[in-house]
C-alpha cells in the first residue's frame, strides 16, 4: 500500500500517498494510522518529515492527532473543505456520484452568480468589458478543451461581478480543483454554438440588470451539463442529474 519516498518534496509526497489511501476508504473514520516510527520505516523517511506531512494532512480536515491517542482518521464528510474536491476527483472513477455533484453545484453557483451580477453590477458600460472579451475569444476557437475553459474564466468574471468575495474565493478554490481534469469535464460541455449563444444572452441580461432573466438563461446551459453526463453514463444511475427545488 506504501511505496518508499524520494528525497524531494518529501513532506508532500507522504500527504499524497496518505490523503489518497485516506480518501479511497483503506483507512475509515475512526481507524487509526500506523504507527510514526511503522510509518516512517515502511515510507524510509524520516521522523521529521512524516509529522510535517500529517500536520497537512490535519489541515486538511484529514486526520486527528492527539498525544497518547496517535493519529485517528477523521470523517472528512464532517471535518473537510472544498479544498478537497481537487483530491477527490481523480478518484472519481470509483465515485461517478461526484462528478454529479460537481456538476449540480456548478448548476446552483452559477444561476446565483448571474442573479447577482444582474442586481449588483449597475450601469458602468466598463464593467462588462472581460464578459465581451472572453465571449469574443469563444467566437473565435473551436476546441472542445479551449471553449470550456473560456467557459469556465466567464462565470470566475461574473462572480466578480457578484461582488462577493467570499461565492469568488469559493469559486477560485474549485477552479484549482478542476483544472487537471478540464479535457474531461469539457466532453460534458454543451455544444459550442449553444455555448456562445449563451455568453451572449447573458451579458445582455447583466446589461438590463434583469436578476430573472439572468438566472433562468445560466440555469438552463448548466443543467445541459449534468443532464449529458446521465445520458453518456447511462449504466451509471448515480450519475444522473437530481431534480433541483423549482424557484
Known amino acids: 500500500m506504501l511505496k518508499p519516498v524520494e528525497k524531494q518534496r518529501v513532506a508532500e509526497e507522504i500527504a499524497e500517498q496518505l490523503r489518497s489511501l ?8 475512526g481507524s487509526k494510522l500506523p504507527p510514526e516510527r511503522e510509518l516512517s520505516k515502511r515510507l524510509r523517511v524520516n521522523r521529521a518529515s512524516l509529522r510535517e506531512a500529517l500536520k497537512k494532512l490535519e489541515h486538511l480536515g484529514l486526520v486527528r492527532i492527539r498525544q497518547g491517542d496517535g493519529t485517528r482518521v477523521q470523517n472528512f464528510m464532517e471535518t473537510g473543505g472544498i479544498e478537497l474536491v481537487q483530491h477527490l476527483l481523480p478518484l472519481a472513477g470509483g465515485k461517478p456520484e461526484l462528478i454529479r455533484d460537481l456538476l449540480e453545484f456548478r448548476r446552483i453557483f ?21 464578459l465581451r ?22 462565470y470566475v468574471a461574473v462572480a466578480q461581478l457578484s461582488g462577493n468575495q467570499v461565492m469568488l474565493l469559493l469559486v477560485n478554490t474549485v477552479r484549482d480543483g478542476v483544472r ?24 445582455a441580461a447583466l446589461e438590463k440588470g434583469d436578476a430573472t432573466s439572468a438566472g433562468k438563461i445560466a440555469d438552463e446551459y448548466l443543467r445541459l451539463g449534468s443532464e449529458l453526463a446521465g445520458r453518456m453514463a447511462s449504466d451509471k444511475p448515480e450519475l444522473q442529474p437530481k431534480p433541483l427545488p423549482a424557484d
Open 22 to 29: 485516506i480518501l479511497g476508504g483503506q483507512y475509515p473514520p
Open 110 to 130: 452559477g444561476r446565483e452568480l448571474a442573479r447577482m451580477a444582474a442586481i449588483r453590477v449597475g450601469n458602468d458600460k466598463d464593467t462588462f468589458s472581460k
Open 180 to 203: 487537471n481534469f478540464m479535457p474531461f469535464l469539457a466532453n460534458l460541455a454543451a455544444p459550442g454554438d449553444l455555448v456562445r449563444k449563451h455568453h451572449r444572452e447573458l451579458i
Open 133 to 154: 472579451t472572453l465571449a469574443d475569444k469563444a467566437d473565435q476557437v473551436t476546441s472542445a478543451l479551449e471553449l470550456f475553459e473560456l467557459d469556465f474564466e466567464f
